[in-house]
Structure formats: C-alpha cells, structure tokens
C-alpha cells in the first residue's frame, strides 16, 4: 500500500485486548484501555461491530480517525486489523497499533516506525495478515513478571490497585502521543513522548 500523507485519509487506532468483562483490567488489555481514554478526550464511544472489532470514528483538528478494540482475541488481532484497514483504505504509515511490553518498565512509552513483534501474540498476528512489518506502534511498558512467573499468565492477571493510579498519567500521556501522532507525524510524537513518563 503506497504511503500518502494527505489529511483526507484516515488513521486508525487499534488498541490491543482480549473481549470480555473478566480481562477487562488485566495487563494485556492496556491497548483497550488507552483507546477508551482516547475515545473519551474526543467525546467518542464504541458502539458499532466492524470487521470483527468495536469501533468509533471521532475527528481530530481536521483528521479523521477509527478507534478499533479487535474482539477476536489476542492472537487474532491481524483479522480485525486488516479488515479494517482494508475497508477504510487507510495506508500503513497512518496505522497505530497499541499494546502491552513485559520488556519494558511500567509507565514507560516507546513509539517505533516498525520491527517485530517481540513475541506479543496479537502483533505476530497482525504482522502476518499485513505482510509487513513496517507500521508504527505504541508500546506501554507493563513490567517483566516477578520471580519465575510466567510472562503469559503475568499478563493475564490484573494490574495491582498502586500500578492502576500510576498508570493513569501514563495513559492520559499516551493519549497525547497518538493525538500528536494524528497531527504532527511519528517522529514528533516519538521525540516527545518516547520514555518514562514521570
């Protein structure tokens, strides 16, 4: 898909999660819980099913924007993303996928132009139905897990009532940087936002 940069086109949001009342305030679903900030700093609420994930459209200083939570499960992430994607004719570079790093502390931000997928399940899953890897994302530091707990159930637990008040910052914050994103481009918002937020 050619890389145009043109308000007219879309961006799409998609934020990464598992579906369902009972992963709702696990560490994997950071991605769902920065899309719903970002849904409601834009006055915006997800209502509608498309191409197997809730969406809302909101406009931001003149660009246009699809928010989408992918109801598919993790590992299927790639199916909502790029139905999605294809549907809304949104080229690559306006594609930012959020989600959960073990490998990075908690409260840090790391925005990147592309790479792998570090093993996140739903990035392998969207990288593969995408062939390429060369979108941007956002990654949300959640912490490795302690001692020898192993990394796919840390995730799945819920954060803790102290790590909840500290990530409240640090997702207003990452809202800042999608926002900045959408109007400024990648590298702005890497400059600004890549690291802990204090």
């Known amino acids: 898909m050619p890389e145009i940069e043109e308000k007219s086109l879309p961006y799409l949001v998609a934020g990464?999660?598992?579906?369902?009342?009972?992963?709702?305030?696990?560490?994997h679903n950071v991605?769902?819980?920065?899309?719903d900030r970002l849904a409601a700093r834009l006055g915006a609420s997800f209502s509608r099913l498309e191409s197997?994930?809730?969406?809302?459209?909101?406009?931001?200083?003149?660009r246009r924007m699809i928010l989408a939570k992918p109801q598919t499960y993790m590992n299927l992430s790639g199916q909502a993303v790029g139905g999605l994607?294809?549907?809304?004719?949104?080229?690559?570079?306006?594609?930012?996928?959020?989600?959960d790093d073990v490998d990075l502390p908690l409260g840090t931000l790391r925005l990147r132009p592309g790479g792998g997928s570090a093993g996140?399940?739903?990035?392998?899953?969207?990288?593969?139905?995408?062939?390429?890897q060369d979108f941007p994302r956002l990654r949300i530091g959640i912490d490795r897990p302690p001692?020898?707990?192993?990394?796919?159930?840390?995730?799945?637990?819920d954060f803790s009532r102290q790590q909840v008040e500290f990530l409240t910052p640090v997702l207003d914050r990452a809202v800042d940087a999608v926002l900045v994103f959408v109007t400024q481009g990648?590298?702005?918002?890497?400059n600004q936002f890549n690291g802990l937020v204090e």
Do not use: H
């Open 16 to 27: 990464l999660g598992n579906p369902g009342r009972e992963y709702a305030a696990n560490r």
């Open 31 to 35: 991605g769902f819980m920065l899309v």
């Open 52 to 62: 197997k994930a809730l969406v809302c459209k909101a406009e931001y200083q003149g």
């Open 85 to 99: 994607l294809n549907y809304y004719k949104v080229p690559l570079g306006n594609l930012l996928v959020a989600y």
């Open 120 to 132: 996140q399940k739903g990035m392998q899953s969207i990288i593969e139905r995408l062939g390429s």
């Open 147 to 157: 001692g020898r707990m192993d990394a796919a159930a840390y995730v799945l637990q």
């Open 186 to 190: 990648l590298e702005a918002a890497m």
